[in-house]
């Protein structure tokens, strides 16, 4: 068995997401899938399993059996987190857009820049005004554009949707948490969808 067993099972208990980014051994040990099954074997006794985004880029840990109180008060408590957190983060993801060339949105591994992403705020007010916005959300202090950045970043980074790729914090790398969070947010749209939708005909409308 991998040396690297114990490391995987425990960051995986503990809600992170192994990727390339933050735990490159650990993810290539999870791509050979006997290994990924020895790692199953072990969470069913603990009524969790591991699973992967649906482009590869990360894996999770999931509950198995969602119906004994318990469990259902820890989803429901992770949720509320989730919830919490969200609306900053897509608000992030406009602010990177509009000064972006990119037309996607952040994907897991892409390069993530202080310098670039301070050069575009400063030059535009509406990115300004976003990122001001963004961290009143957060409840931070900070006024100055620079600030505010670097305060944001911070968020990001401890909230592990960012790696510092550098000592100096300048330079990061987006993480599959990223990718994670797309997949959550398409499926409670498609949840949305299906509880506003009375007909076959309404859903195909909506989707």
């Known amino acids: ?20 980014v933050r735990f490159p051994h650990l993810y290539d040990e999870l791509t050979n899938e006997d290994f990924l099954n020895q790692v199953n074997d072990f969470l069913a006794k603990l009524q969790r399993r591991c699973t992967g985004t649906a482009n590869g880029s990360g894996y999770y840990c999931v509950y198995t059996d969602a119906r004994s109180p318990e469990v259902q008060a820890a989803v429901r408590r ?5 919830a919490e957190k ?27 820049r202080h310098s670039e992403l301070l050069v575009h705020i ?38 592990h949707y960012l790696y510092p ?25 498609a949840c949305e969808n299906i509880s506003l939708a009375e007909n076959p005909a309404e859903q195909e409308v909506l989707l």
């Open 1 to 20: 068995m991998s040396n690297y067993f114990s490391d995987i099972c425990h960051q995986l208990l503990s809600g992170n997401i192994i990727d390339q």
């Open 78 to 82: 992770q949720f509320n987190e989730w």
């Open 86 to 112: 969200i609306e900053p983060l897509l608000m992030w993801l406009r602010l990177c857009r509009n000064v972006s060339e990119n037309d996607h949105p952040i994907r897991s591994g892409e390069i993530i």
């Open 122 to 159: 400063e030059q535009s007010e509406r990115a300004r005004s976003q990122l001001a916005e963004i961290i009143k959300l957060l409840e931070r202090k900070s006024s100055e554009a620079k600030e505010q950045l670097n305060s944001l970043l911070g968020y990001l980074e401890k909230e």
């Open 165 to 189: 790729i550098n000592n100096s914090g300048a330079v990061y790398r987006a993480t599959a948490k990223w990718d994670l969070l797309y997949e959550q947010l398409a499926y409670i749209a």
